[in-house]
């Protein structure tokens, strides 16, 4: 007689059958939290898909099959594999080979075990490890990655063209290292990849610092603070050699480390000259941008490329004589310009951020707002028609307040951003310019009547373009403004006057509740004064707003 058929599984799986990309994974995860950087979010949504995964991997690489797992997080646990193989360890969790020795029985079961502790990993850049020269790209490069992630207003990793711009600022002989056409890194750079210094992610690609090339760029900028100021012991240096970057080392630590706030700045006349910022969205992607650069060389116009989060154009008073040549000090004047193309006009209209940036500018404290519309191929091959077009740009200066200005093409658009510069050198010549906190208004006179004096209380840049970020933290009330801004027929400023009135959902459901007829909530809101000419927000509105906010069932 046959034997029974035995079913179900012959052996149980492990409780968890891949420890070591949970255990990474959990360090990078704690790690980026600690920090405070957002990749946190990254590690904890492939650490949460890694642990409903009932198979054990026996490499980064077969990890992409599951979700959230790209190429970089793939390559990073290729990477501590093979460290945690070079130095003993147990070659990987589900390794091909099924017959193990007892050494290695034994190593993968106190590996198993989570309350056990897993040895220290040898980590590039440790005394035995990878240690740039003095003066060298590598070293640079790893500094400049390191201030960007120190610095709370960053995004904690820098595109080519950014990492090439602040490299070439500190050494000028970086930017001789790469073609400026080039898509492949300059071999500094390619070094610290391959070492899992540096890592690159999304295309166009993003540099940003592994935990190893963090620990290594830490000590890095402490050597460099403590060997300018002669206390401690660093690594040693050749003697007669100068350290690289001190400056701008001492400044960037010292601002990170004490948070102590900056004096306030006064540039008298001769101090300071008018420079152009470009924002880096104008001078990569499709279409003729860089061209505008070229344009504006061809002009003779002082200008610098950086990450502006609002607006494309704004200009900068630069100090000209400053204590730090690294970091010379900076007003935002008072103008600010968006372009758009009548194509990228056409898809913000669409997907709503032509709203939504107006908004945006309006609030972002500077009074004299420019909105640049460029002219490109047939109105007739546009996905709006013209019309829809004329009248979101009429409203645009009607209605919203902003200069339009028209332009043919690219050329054209150049040639104006050159008479404008040149008008605000003018404009500005003789004047003594002071900085005011972030969020306090300007000049009040020169905002009720024409004045030929220009406003010289003006914004530091790292305030304004810190105050302007999109995806900063926000409060209960701005959230809340911009709910309110989903509501068609709803402007900013409506949204405004509304927040203004009731700050808060909760503010506004207990002015709903207080009500005693729904007849009364429909017409709570409609003598809201809204807008310069303080008119009423409307019976259609408010009815549509207390719609929204005590129906109970779904709005028909």
């Known amino acids: 007689m046959a034997a029974p058929v035995r079913l179900g599984r012959k052996r149980p799986l492990p409780v968890c059958p891949n420890p070591l990309f949970v255990r990474w994974l959990t360090e990078w995860r704690d790690a980026a939290a600690s920090r405070g950087r957002r990749t946190r979010f990254v590690f904890q949504k492939a650490l949460r898909s890694l642990q409903r995964y009932p198979l054990p991997l026996h490499s980064g690489k077969e990890a992409k099959i599951l979700q959230h797992f790209g190429d970089g997080l793939c390559r990073m646990l290729d990477e501590r594999l093979q460290q945690h193989r070079a130095s003993g360890g147990d070659h990987a969790p589900g390794s091909p080979s099924r017959e193990k020795s007892p050494v290695r029985a034994r190593s993968s079961a106190q590996i198993q075990d989570s309350s056990m502790p897993v040895p220290a990993q040898p980590q590039a850049g440790g005394s035995s490890g990878y240690w740039p020269t ?9 500094l400049q990655l390191y201030w960007e ?20 600022q500190k050494d000028p002989r970086v930017s001789t290292k790469i073609a400026p056409q080039s898509s492949r890194p300059w071999p500094a750079l390619r070094s610290l990849l391959q070492r899992n210094l540096v890592l690159r992610t999304h295309q166009p690609a993003r540099y940003s610092l592994t935990p190893e090339g963090l620990e290594l760029a830490q000590k890095l900028a402490e050597s460099e603070g403590l060997s300018l100021l002669n206390v401690g012991t660093g690594p040693k240096e050749p ?20 948070g102590i706030q900056q004096p306030p700045l006064e540039l008298g006349p001769a ?16 279409g003729h941008r860089p061209e505008l650069l070229r344009e504006l060389q061809r002009l003779h116009v002082n200008h610098t490329v950086r990450k502006l989060h609002v607006g494309d154009f704004v200009w900068v008073a630069q100090e000209t004589r400053p204590r730090d040549p690294a970091r010379p000090a900076e007003l935002v004047l008072d103008y600010i310009v968006e372009r758009k193309r009548l194509d990228d006009l056409c898809s913000s209209i669409i997907d709503g951020r032509f709203r939504e940036q107006k908004f945006r500018l309006k ?7 420019v909105y640049l519309v460029e002219e490109h191929g047939s109105v007739h091959n546009l996905s709006l028609p013209e019309s829809t077009l004329l009248q979101a740009i009429t409203n645009t200066q009607v209605i919203d307040g902003f200069f339009v200005k028209r332009t043919a093409d690219i050329k054209e658009s150049a040639a104006y951003l050159a008479l404008l510069t040149r008008g605000l050198e003018r404009l500005y010549q003789g004047h003594t310019l002071r900085s005011r906190p972030w969020g306090t208004p300007g000049d009040p006179e020169l905002g009720t ?6 406003l010289c209380s003006l914004f530091a840049f790292g305030d304004f373009n810190s105050g302007a970020m999109k995806n900063k933290a926000q409060s209960v009330r701005e959230v809340f403004a911009r709910q309110l801004m989903q509501v068609g027929g709803v402007s900013g400023e409506k949204a405004a006057a509304l927040v203004d009135r009731y700050s808060t959902p909760a503010s506004l459901l207990a002015a709903y509740d207080a009500c005693a007829t729904p007849k009364e909530q429909e017409m709570l809101l409609s003598t809201i004064k809204c807008g310069r000419l303080q008119r009423n927000l409307g019976p259609a509105l408010s009815r549509t707003l207390s719609q929204l906010y005590c129906s109970h069932g779904p709005l028909t």
Do not use: M, W
């Open 134 to 142: 003095r003066n060298s790209g590598a070293r640079v490069v790893l």
């Open 149 to 168: 992630h120190l610095d709370p207003d960053g995004h904690s990793f820098l595109t080519k063209e950014e990492l090439l711009q602040r490299c070439a």
């Open 239 to 258: 003697p007669g050699e100068e350290p690289a970057l001190p400056g701008a080392a001492l400044a960037e630590l010292g601002a990170s480390e004490t």
């Open 271 to 286: 101090e300071y000259r008018v420079l152009l910022c470009v924002d880096i969205g104008e001078t990569r992607g499709v």
């Open 363 to 369: 609030r972002c404290g500077l009074g004299h707002r």
């Open 449 to 454: 009547r024409p004045s030929p004096n220009p």
